[in-house]
């Protein structure tokens, strides 16, 4: 489970903290499924800006027993919001795959290599997940699949529509604005409104 929201997370009322998560459990391993707040950077002005866009935490955990998983041997993937996105732009027969290295740019890029591809299952009964992580610096080259079925991804679907505006940081815009400020922001923007409508 994970702190859904941080100190910063609700900068006009005192945030309230909450632990959520998701979980599937199969056969061959488990899949949790965590959101993680956007982070966010206080201004002179004593406004707040979205320093770091939040995202979906995906665990894998391998079975060891009927109904026992290694959670020590798990592996994660962090979807950000247009990853989120794409998947939930899948459809019954649509496949897509993401590559993260999370030294991309750096001396030690393809040290660890991460990919996640979601597929159809061949019986038209879902998509599955099949997470591929190499870390050469922990020599570790390990993979983990589990099927997810129409109505646990629809699930998974909804949630994620649900949670994307939170991801943006855009509920705490909606919670900041009140009726004595409106004519006071939108007088101050009218020049950008202008702009638009001069094209």
Not at 13 to 27: A, L, N, T, W
Not at 53 to 77: C, H, M, S, T
Not at 160 to 170: R, S
Not at 171 to 195: K, Q, V, W, Y
Request: overall charge neutral; aromatic content about 12%; hydrophobic content about 40%.
């Amino acid at each position: 489970m994970h702190l859904l929201s941080s100190p910063l997370a609700l900068p006009y009322c005192q945030p309230v903290r909450v632990f959520v998560g998701h979980s599937i459990y199969k056969g061959k391993a488990a899949l949790t499924v965590e959101p993680r707040a956007p982070e966010f950077i206080s201004l002179d002005s004593g406004a707040y800006k979205v320093s770091k866009e939040g995202f979906i935490l995906l665990q894998f955990a391998p079975a060891v027993a009927a109904r026992q998983y290694d959670w020590n041997r798990k592996q994660v993937f962090s979807l950000s919001v247009p990853e989120i996105g794409m998947l939930l732009s899948l459809g019954e027969k649509d496949s897509c795959e993401f590559f993260h290295d999370p030294f991309k740019g750096r001396s030690d890029e393809g040290k660890i290599r991460k990919l996640l591809k979601a597929e159809p299952l061949p019986d038209g009964s879902g998509h599955f997940l099949n997470l591929s992580v190499q870390n050469r610096i922990l020599n570790v080259d390990d993979s983990v699949y589990i099927p997810i079925t129409k109505a646990e991804f629809a699930v998974l679907k909804s949630a994620f529509n649900f949670i994307i505006p939170y991801l943006l940081g855009w509920h705490t815009f909606g919670n900041s604005i009140r009726p004595e400020d409106s004519a006071r922001l939108n007088n101050n923007h009218r020049s950008d409104a202008e702009l638009e409508w001069s094209r």
